[in-house]
């Protein structure tokens, strides 16, 4: 009984988002948001869970409805930063194991410049346990290939790129890390929404 009106709520939900994208009221006044969004350093005002994370709000919804559909027992991030993401990573996997959806998931977490203060505090959260850190270029042979033997003990793997932007270096990451992403599931490019800003050269 209950299946069939959340289905149509699903549905109508997908053609009102993809309708969107020819909404030129809605598209121009979202790319001027979005532009004074991020000279405002809005992804810089928030924490998940006590940590400070660099995200918008509405990229942290979309990463959870993947996280949610997939159910990942990894999750392999690129960018550390203070480690938010990471905690929200790990956070998203606790509930997937409460919700007995999957056994064990793990957060990988990369960067080439893990402050000692923030790792410090990634190692104090309660939910450290769920995290491993390598420090080191993401598209370092090395890194990737302790990425890789730690990625063989896993069934469903999800990818996030939010380390150095340029057009290079996601090229790049996506060759190392596209591999590892399992069949239904998903990597995610971080911050495409400045491409084309003046932050966004070579973006
Ligand atoms: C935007 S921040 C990451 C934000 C974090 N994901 C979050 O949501 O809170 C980008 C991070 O990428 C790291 N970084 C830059 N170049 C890198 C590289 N070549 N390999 C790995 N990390 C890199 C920087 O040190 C920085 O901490």
């Not at 869970?49 to 949610?68: N, T």
């Not at 290079?168 to 911050?191: C, T």
């Amino acid at each position: 009984m209950q299946e069939k009106p959340l289905k149509k709520y699903r549905l109508d939900a997908l053609e009102r988002a993809i309708s969107y994208q020819k909404d030129d009221a809605l598209q121009q006044a979202w790319q001027i948001f979005h532009k004074e969004l991020v000279k405002a350093k809005y992804a810089h005002n928030f924490f998940w869970l006590g940590v400070p994370i660099i995200q918008a709000p509405q990229d942290l919804q979309a990463s959870q409805e993947i996280i949610w559909e997939v159910k990942p027992d990894l999750i392999i991030e690129t960018g550390i930063a203070y480690g938010g993401s990471l905690v929200f990573s790990a956070s998203m996997l606790a509930i997937l194991e409460v919700c007995g959806e999957i056994e064990k998931g793990d957060v990988i977490g990369i960067d080439i410049d893990i402050r000692p203060h923030n790792r410090k505090a990634i190692l104090a959260h309660p939910l450290s346990r769920k995290i491993t850190m390598f420090e080191g270029s993401s598209i370092d042979d090395e890194i990737i290939a302790r990425v890789r033997e730690f990625a063989k003990a896993k069934e469903r793997v999800f990818v996030c790129l939010d380390s150095n932007h340029t057009h290079e270096h996601v090229l790049a990451e996506l060759r190392a890390y596209a591999p590892l992403v399992s069949i239904g599931s998903y990597i995610m490019v971080g911050d495409t929404g400045i491409a084309g800003s003046a932050r966004g050269n070579n973006i």
